[in-house]
């Protein structure tokens, strides 16, 4: 069910982006999208990602993508004149988001402690790669890379070979992160009417979402082995061919599942009393005999098939799709975006306002001239 009661609740909140690439953006969009006006700030020759793509008529799909909603205005933060300019928007804003390189923000004396004397109100969040201390504070910093130095590509892929997360997981789960502690920070503003300082570290976003594997490591036996669609303790549970050549994922959390698996699906009763499978545990430790066993039984069915079998019975499944399967998917929500002339359709942000969500992205710099013209005087 469509929620309808979401509608611009940061209507009168301006935040100004200092931002690049994916993390900062991510943020500011889902900012833009709640009703704050976002202005974002960049370089002259603009953000490095309108050239990630050209795919919307020589513009970013990208781009399009994390910007929508937002005005742009093009400053040079090393000419005097725009960043007097770039301070005096901070000084009527409530909320500073940047993402620049290490020490940048620093170097260029936006630290909350002095923009607030002049702007009590003001919440900053910087966003950084591994913390701002020692050598964490000097680690350039990217999605891919945090990946790998948090753990998240030790415990991805097949047993022969790691792999990183196929979508931007670290940068996403640092912009949704941001945006969750920038609204808490209004809320605490509310009451007291200060501002505050927020550090988000990619790294320390990741290590938290690695707590499974860490736990696994530290208290029950060792972190979980790269499995690839299997799962590390539960069967089954993972990838299983039909004779169209499709695999159909499936995964069974309980013995009540096991059993009605058996009686409806595999149609083999007596497997759901057989000493090897009774509890997970057993299914589990003779997990290679399990597979063959439903990849016997899904290789006389096509995918469609033993999907509509699995749902009747109420067990959890999926097909395993490809991109191209899920750009036609039923279930797939949808937004037309514009910038400039172009026009695409992306998948829809999760939390939808009535109106729906913000549609166009800025051309580099559009709106320089008239951000120039409001914070001039």
Known sequence: ????????????????????????????????????????????????????????????????????????????????????????????????????????VEKMGLVGEQLRRSNQGLITCRINGYGSEGLAAKKKAYDFLVQGESGVVAVTGTPEYPARVGVSLTDLSTGLTAFSAILRALHMRYRTGKGVDLEI????????????????????????ARTGLTHSFVAPYGGYHCKDGKQVLLSIQNDREWVDFCNHVLKQPELGEDARFI????????????????????????????ITLLDNTRIACSTLNDVKDVSVHPFLKERQISMGEAVIDIADLPVRRKQGSVQRAPLKGEHSDQIRAEFSV
Not at 215 to 223: I, K, L, P, T, V
């Open 279 to 306: 509890h997970n545990t057993d299914r589990y430790t003779h997990r290679e005999i399990l597979a063959d066993i439903i990849n016997d039984c899904f290789s006389a069915y096509r995918a469609e098939d033993i």
């Open 201 to 224: 570290s990619m790294f320390d976003v990741m290590t938290d979402w690695m707590n499974m594997a860490l736990c696994g490591h530290r208290y029950f036996g060792g972190a979980p």
């Open 1 to 104: 069910m469509q929620s309808t009661g979401l509608e611009d609740e940061l209507s009168g909140i301006t935040a100004i982006c200092i931002e690049q690439a994916v993390a900062a953006p991510y943020c500011g969009l889902l900012m833009a999208d709640a009703g704050a006006r976002v202005i974002k700030i960049e370089r002259p020759e603009g953000d490095f990602a309108r050239g990630y793509d050209k795919g919307a008529d020589g513009h970013s799909t990208i781009f399009m993508w994390l910007n929508r909603g937002k005005e742009s205005i093009c400053l040079n933060l090393k000419a005097d004149e725009d960043m007097a300019l770039l301070r005096k928007m901070i000084d009527k804003a409530d909320i500073l988001v940047s993402n620049l390189a290490p020490g940048t």
